[in-house]
């Protein structure tokens, strides 16, 4: 008897191998084309996907330069060149970078304004003077970027090399100062000379760092001193005051006695020239006499008893009587002496 095939018996014999139910036949695969590759359409999505990236990197080497700014391009970590303000482009990270640095903004240190726990410390703004005084001062110093790429490579921490510089600039020049000038003279000296050495400082380190200005603030003694240092302020300034009252003096005695001195002087001078001009008179009237006299000794002889007499007579009081009168005497009762009163007045 003939054996009859089972139809779910898989076996390549069994005639109803494709006749099964339709939930239980296999599709046949459609014909591939001719010279097509397998998974053409995947590999296209990761190609278009590897381009976008691309184009992202390449485009991100793109970058805006600001007016106040300086882009400074690194390749590899290493300085290549300096950018201004605008649009330019780099070769992407990580092989080109850039670091934007702010060259217009003033920035500021203060020094001196750190407070101290006690009283009778000393902290920063505390520095000797020249003539050994402690002098308590405050400055600000503001400073701007004025080379990129000095600043940039040549200077780890700006901020503490400015302090640092700027502190030691200042102690050194007010270590050369005596403390009243600094204290309530002339504070513009200390301004420049501090501004002054410390570019030049700043300088020598290529710190790429400009100095715009430097400000002094306060220059104080110390609190803990600070009596003391009124109080000889007051004697000072009572110095001072006594010191004009005797200028004023002197300037007010010593003019007039340069007077007095040359009118006495101009005096005596006068004097001494009268008596000379009146010696060589009389020097010259006498040898005129002389050589009258010499010429006529009877007439000269008679002459100067005459002069002589006149001058004798002239201030005395006198009577002449005359000898022709009769009885030759004057009575005693005439009042002579008044007669000769009224004529004198």
Do not use: C
């Amino acid at each position: 008897m003939a054996k009859v095939p089972n139809p779910w018996e898989e076996n390549d014999d069994n005639p109803w191998k494709d006749n099964g139910l339709p939930s239980q036949r296999k599709k046949a695969p459609k014909p591939r084309p001719e010279g097509e590759p397998v998974g053409f359409g995947f590999n296209l999505k990761w190609e278009w996907i590897a381009i976008a990236i691309v184009l992202v990197w390449l485009a991100s080497g793109f970058y805006q330069v600001q007016p106040n700014e300086a882009g400074v391009v690194l390749r590899f970590g290493a300085y290549s060149e300096t950018t201004d303000p605008g649009l330019h482009y780099h070769l992407p990270y990580p092989i080109e970078t850039v670091k934007k640095v702010n060259i217009t903004s003033e920035r500021s240190i203060n020094l001196g304004v750190m407070e101290v726990a006690s009283r009778n410390d000393f902290n920063e703004s505390h520095m000797l003077t020249g003539d050994e005084n402690i002098v308590d001062i405050n400055l600000t110093i503001v400073w701007r970027v004025a080379d990129a790429e000095d600043y940039l490579f040549n200077m780890q921490n700006p901020d503490q090399t400015v302090r640092v510089a700027a502190q030691s600039v200042l102690r050194e020049i007010v270590g050369q100062s005596q403390m009243m000038p600094i204290i309530s003279g002339d504070r513009g000296k200390v301004e420049d000379d501090t501004k002054t050495e410390l570019q030049k400082v700043l300088d020598e380190f290529g710190a790429g760092i400009q100095i715009v200005r430097v400000k002094l603030q306060k220059a104080d003694p110390p609190k803990q001193v600070v009596d003391a240092f009124n109080e000889v302020q007051r004697a000072k300034a009572d110095m001072e005051r006594f010191k004009n009252e005797a200028e004023a003096y002197r300037n007010e005695i010593l003019p007039k006695s340069k007077g007095e001195a040359s009118q006495r002087t101009q005096s005596a001078e006068a004097y001494k020239q009268a008596v000379i001009n009146k010696a060589q008179g009389e020097a010259e009237r006498f040898l005129s006499v002389y050589e009258a006299y010499k010429q006529g000794k009877d007439v000269t002889i008679k002459r100067l008893y005459l002069e002589t007499m006149e001058n004798v007579l002239a201030n005395s009081n006198k009577v002449i009587i005359d000898p022709s009168t009769k009885g030759g005497n004057v009575l005693p009762i005439l009042p002579l002496g008044q007669m000769q009163n009224q004529k004198g007045e």
